[in-house]
C-alpha cells in the first residue's frame, strides 16, 4: 500500500542534543509538509517542501531545519532541542499543480519526541 | 486569514447516541473544508471533506457532514455512537489555492460509554 512513513516513533533525545526525525512515502507526492502538535493542541504546520523549494512558516523558529535529498524522503532537524520542542511531529504529503486546486494531505503516523 | 473555532473540547455520548461535533470557521476566500481524526499516538486520518458541490459529504465509519455557508459551520455527525469511535476529532479549513496550509481547530476528544 502506498503510504507515509515516519521514523523512528518515538524518540527520546537530551536538551540541547540535535536530533532528526525522518520522513518517507510512495505516493510519489511533490509536496512534503512537517507539522508539530503539542500535547492537547492542534497541529500547527512549521514549512513544506514544494518540489525542491523550501517554503518556511513566518514563526517557525530559526531551530528547526528541514532537508528533502530526493521526492521520497524529506528529514527535520532540530538543531538543539529545548523542553518545549517535545511533541508529536506529523508528516503528509499532497500532490499539487502549479496553478491548480487543494489536493489532500496524507498524513503519516508520527514521531513523538521528548525532550530530557 | 482563515480560523476554525471547534465549540467543545469534550463531548461524551452513550454508545447507540447521536454524535455531533461542532466546528466553525473563518474564511476570506471559499474554504475547503475537512474533519480528521486521530487516535492515541497516532496520525491523522481523514473522515471526509467539503470542496464544492453538495453540501452534504459523507465520510468513512458513518460520519457525515453539511457545510452551511450562511452559518459558516461545517459539524460533524453520526447517527449511533460506537465504543471505536472514541478519538480526538480536527476540523481543519484551508483555501484553495494549492500548497498551503491546513489550519487546524483545538480538537474535540469525544468519549463514549457503554
Known amino acids: 500500500d502506498a503510504m507515509v512513513i515516519q521514523n523512528p516513533r518515538y524518540q527520546v533525545t537530551q536538551f540541547g542534543k540535535p536530533v532528526t526525525l525522518s520522513c518517507s512515502q510512495t505516493l510519489n507526492h511533490n509536496v512534503m509538509y512537517w507539522y508539530q502538535q503539542k500535547s492537547s493542541q492542534a497541529p500547527k504546520l512549521l514549512f513544506h517542501y514544494y518540489d525542491k523549494d523550501f517554503n518556511n512558516e513566518a514563526d517557525t523558529p530559526d531551530n528547526f531545519q528541514s532537508r528533502r535529498p530526493n521526492t521520497s524522503f524529506c528529514f527535520l532537524d532540530i538543531r538543539s532541542p529545548g523542553l518545549g520542542d517535545a511533541a508529536m511531529y506529523l508528516c503528509a504529503t499532497s500532490h499539487e499543480v502549479a496553478g491548480g486546486s487543494y489536493n489532500e494531505q496524507f498524513f503519516g503516523p508520527g514521531t513523538r519526541l521528548t525532550v530530557l | 486569514a482563515q480560523s476554525v473555532t471547534q465549540l467543545g473540547s469534550h463531548v461524551s455520548v452513550s454508545e447507540g447516541a447521536l454524535v455531533l461535533l461542532r466546528c466553525n470557521y473563518s474564511?476570506?476566500?471559499?474554504?475547503?473544508l475537512f474533519w480528521y481524526v486521530q487516535y492515541p499516538n497516532q496520525g491523522l486520518q481523514l473522515l471526509l471533506k467539503?470542496?464544492?458541490?453538495?453540501?452534504l459529504v459523507k465520510g468513512i465509519n458513518g460520519f457525515e457532514a453539511e457545510f452551511k455557508k450562511s452559518e459558516t459551520s461545517f459539524h460533524l455527525t453520526k447517527p449511533s455512537a460506537h465504543m471505536s469511535d472514541a478519538a480526538e476529532y480536527f476540523c481543519?479549513?484551508?483555501?484553495?489555492?494549492?500548497?498551503?496550509?491546513?489550519?487546524f481547530g483545538k480538537g474535540t476528544t469525544l468519549s463514549v460509554s457503554s
Open positions: 467539503y470542496t464544492t458541490g453538495a453540501t
Open positions: 474564511s476570506s476566500v471559499p474554504p475547503y
Open positions: 481543519a479549513v484551508t483555501s484553495t489555492q494549492a500548497g498551503t496550509a491546513l489550519i
